[in-house]
């Protein structure tokens, strides 16, 4: 059996672990945190079970994908996987620390893989001894629900990986796009600017939050409204994202909004934190 371990069990990376599994793969979820292991394959659970119910998935295939997930609060876990996707926090130092000691770990043919939503893949693997094999598979989330993985080529992904990767997230009933190591790849150095432009006219007093979503939606066919969206990511993260986008590219296009700023220092991240640009009752 084709083995995978996914390094990091919030919201991607249980939900990346989660989709290597209904797919065949054993699969180790790594993560120092226990109560986070717990909360990831709960989640993994309660999502199993929902196919479940919408009939999209027996029972008894059900219990055979949560049992092909292991989880492990050691990096040792990977040293047998085929490939390693990292889904840890976004932050350079996180993933810099991570990719040196996998690098160490895994084993020598063993693709790493990065779920960043931003960070230069190039920067990443120079932190190994293997640049030919790191790669950026950028799910989005839901993570078990959407097609599409931007797959990120560094200066120095070798040929044989993309390939390899792009095949794999086809296997894995994924829609892969091959894009390029600039900052923020396509999906965010296109959505963030909105974002902040929306965040822009709530600050300027252009609309109500509430009134910037419906224009979006139903003038523009968007699902979920760039404030709602924004809520859903974490505002938090965006900020990040942004903060990646204005210094890579030097463009004060993508200075992030005073607004967004001040939300994310008083804590009011999105639904996580259960107020953003909409309240979301409990945390």
């Not at 893949?121 to 932190?127: F, N, P, V, Y």
């Not at 999906?187 to 963030?192: A, H, T």
């Not at 990646?244 to 700023?261: S, T």
Request: aromatic share 4%; glycine share 10%; net charge neutral.
């Amino acid at each position: 059996m084709k083995q995978a371990a996914v390094i990091g069990a919030g919201t991607m990376g249980n939900g990346i672990a989660h989709v290597f599994a209904q797919h065949g793969w054993q699969v180790a979820l790594i993560d120092v945190s226990g109560p986070a292991l717990e909360r990831g394959l709960a989640t993994i659970r309660g999502n199993l079970e929902r196919q479940v119910k919408k009939g999209t998935l027996t029972a008894e295939h059900s219990a055979e994908v949560l049992g092909r997930i292991a989880a492990h609060p050691s990096l040792d876990a990977a040293a047998g996987a085929e490939v390693v996707v990292e889904a840890a926090s976004e932050r350079h130092d996180i993933k810099f620390a991570l990719f040196e000691q996998l690098d160490r770990i895994a084993a020598p043919s063993a693709v790493l893989a990065t779920n960043t939503s931003s960070i230069s893949i190039t920067e990443i693997a120079a932190r190994t001894r293997r640049p030919a094999q790191v790669i950026g598979m950028h799910f989005m989330n839901p993570v078990p629900v959407m097609q599409l993985v931007e797959v990120i080529r560094g200066h120095a992904t070798s040929d044989a990986t993309l390939a390899w990767t792009m095949d794999t997230a086809r296997a894995l009933g994924k829609i892969p796009v091959e894009v390029n190591d600039y900052p923020g790849f396509v999906s965010n150095r296109v959505l963030m600017p909105m974002i902040n432009e929306a965040v822009f006219c709530v600050m300027e007093g252009v609309a109500t939050p509430e009134s910037i979503d419906t224009v979006m939606k139903l003038g523009m066919a968007h699902p979920m409204g760039p404030l709602a969206l924004a809520d859903f990511i974490g505002l938090d993260v965006c900020l990040a994202i942004l903060e990646v986008l204005h210094k890579g590219l030097g463009d004060d296009k993508y200075r992030a909004c005073p607004l967004l700023r001040r939300m994310v220092a008083a804590g009011d991240l999105g639904r996580k934190s259960g107020r953003g640009f909409f309240e979301y009752g409990t945390k």
